[in-house]
C-alpha cells in the first residue's frame, strides 16, 4: 500500500503569483505573516507580494530573517512576530530556506513544545495555519511537501519534522520571480531538484506513481538546467526547471530519499553548506555506492541523460549515468569536490553516525555502515 501526498492546490506558470492574494482570502486570512529573506526585501520581490495580498483585503506582517538552513531560533523568532501580531495565516516566499521555516512557525504556533522536540514522522496532532508557498528557486520543492528540515543550534544537526500537516494549503511556482537568480544559485537549486528525482527512483520506496514523475523531473533537468544557468531571463528553461523541482518534489515527498539527503543534511548542519551544493558535490559518490543494487534503474538514468547505451552491459551502461551527473555538475560550474569547500576531514565520524539516523538513510537501496559513509565522504574529498 502506498499513500500519496501533496497540496490540495498548486498553482504553476507566469503570472501566477499574483493569485496569491485571492488564495489568501479563500482560506480565510485576516492577517498574513509573510516568511521569507533579506534577498526578496532586496530584490523588490516581497513588495510586489505583499501588494498582491493586500490588494485582496488581507493585512501583512513581514518576517525576513531566515537563514540560509534555518534554525530552531529562526523558528522561535518567526513564533514571537506571528503570535504578538495576532496572525492567523503564514505565506512563505523564498525558496526551502523559508518554506521550511515557515512551516516550522506553524508548528511550534499549534504545539506546546519546541521544534526540535517534534523531529520525526508523524509526530504532530494538530492542524498548522493555513500556509501558502510562494517558491522562487526550481530545486527544493519545500511547497509541495511534508518535510519541515530545521537545523538544531544545540547540536548542530539538521532534523526534520516529517508530517502530513506541514502540507501547505497552496502552492505557487511563478518562473517570472524565478529569472533574477543568478547562475550558481539556479545550479545548486537544479542540481537540487535531480537528486530529489534520481534519489527516489532508486530508493527502497519507488512506486510506479513516483517513477513517472521522476522519470519526467529527470529528463526535464537534463534538457533545461544548462540553459537556465547560463540564459537566466530565458523563461521558457526557467519553467521547465519549476516543473522539474515540483515533479521531482511529488516524487520524493511519497517514495523518499537516500544518503545523498542525509549526508547533505550534515554539511549543512555542521558547516552551514548550501543544501543544494552539498547534494550535488555527493550525488555522484553515492550513486556510485548504490549502483551495484539498482544497475538496470541507473541505465534507465543513462538513457534518460541522453547517453548511448547501445551494446553495453546493464552495469557499463549503469556507470554512464555516473559519468552522465559529472558532465552536467561540471558544465553548470558545480564545485569539484569537498575540498574546494573547506570540509575537513575530521568532521567525517560524526557526520557520518548522524547521517545514518536521518530519516532518509532508511530508503537508501543499499544499507550501509558507518565505515562506508565516512568512505563515502572521502571519495568526495
Not at 530556506?97 to 517534534?118: F, M, N, Q, R
Not at 519545500?142 to 543550534?153: G, P
Not at 537534463?222 to 515540483?246: F, H, K, P, Q
Not at 544518503?259 to 554539511?267: D, K
Request: proline share 5%; glycine share 8%; aromatic share 6%.
Amino acid at each position: 500500500m502506498y499513500d500519496f501526498l501533496m497540496p490540495p492546490v498548486n498553482l504553476l506558470g507566469p503570472g501566477t503569483a499574483k493569485e496569491a492574494g485571492k488564495r489568501c482570502k479563500l482560506l480565510g486570512a485576516k492577517k498574513a505573516l509573510v516568511v521569507t529573506d533579506d534577498g526578496m526585501v532586496k530584490s523588490g520581490i516581497l513588495d510586489e507580494v505583499k501588494g498582491y495580498i493586500e490588494k485582496e483585503g488581507v493585512e501583512t506582517v513581514v518576517f525576513k530573517d531566515v537563514e540560509p538552513n534555518p534554525k530552531d531560533k529562526d523558528v522561535e523568532a518567526g513564533l514571537k512576530v506571528y503570535q504578538d501580531e495576532n496572525c492567523d495565516t503564514i505565506v512563505t516566499l523564498g525558496g526551502g530556506s523559508a518554506h521550511d521555516c515557515g512551516k516550522g512557525i506553524g508548528i511550534v504556533a499549534t504545539h506546546p513544545k519546541k521544534i526540535t522536540e517534534y523531529a520525526g514522522i508523524e509526530t504532530l496532532e494538530n492542524a498548522l495555519p493555513p500556509i501558502v508557498s510562494i517558491n522562487t528557486t526550481a530545486g527544493t520543492a519545500s511547497e509541495v511537501t511534508r518535510h519541515c528540515v530545521i537545523t538544531n543550534t544545540d547540536t548542530d544537526v539538521k532534523f526534520v519534522v516529517v508530517s502530513w500537516r506541514n502540507l501547505p494549503s497552496v502552492s505557487i511556482n511563478d518562473p517570472e520571480l524565478m529569472t533574477s537568480k543568478p547562475p550558481a544559485l539556479t545550479a545548486a537549486t537544479g542540481m537540487d531538484a535531480l537528486t530529489h528525482a534520481l534519489e527516489t527512483y532508486v530508493s527502497l520506496g519507488a512506486n510506479p506513481v513516483t517513477d513517472a514523475q521522476a522519470i519526467q523531473s529527470m529528463k526535464l533537468v537534463s534538457d533545461w538546467l544548462r540553459t537556465a544557468v547560463y540564459e537566466g531571463n530565458n523563461i521558457e528553461a526557467r519553467e521547465n526547471m519549476a516543473y522539474a523541482s515540483l515533479l521531482a518534489g511529488m516524487a520524493f515527498n511519497n517514495g523518499g530519499l537516500g544518503y545523498v539527503h542525509a549526508m547533505a543534511h550534515q554539511l549543512g548542519g555542521l558547516l552551514d553548506m548550501p543544501h543544494g551544493v552539498a547534494n550535488a558535490v555527493l550525488l555522484p559518490h553515492v550513486e556510485r555506492f548504490n549502483l551495484s543494487a539498482k544497475p538496470e534503474r541507473f541505465a534507465d538514468i543513462a538513457q534518460i541523460f541522453g547517453e548511448d547505451i547501445t551494446g553495453l552491459s546493464t552495469r557499463a551502461a549503469a556507470e554512464k549515468a555516473i559519468e552522465a551527473i559529472e558532465q552536467l555538475s561540471k558544465d553548470i560550474g558545480i564545485p569539484s569536490g569537498l575540498a574546494e569547500l573547506n570540509v575537513d576531514k575530521k568532521h567525517f565520524d560524526k557526520m557520518a553516525e548522524a547521517a545514518l539516523q536521518d530519516g532518509n538513510a532508511f530508503t537508501n537501496p543499499i544499507q550501509g555502515t558507518k565505515e562506508d559513509v565516512v568512505k563515502i565522504f572521502e571519495n568526495a574529498m
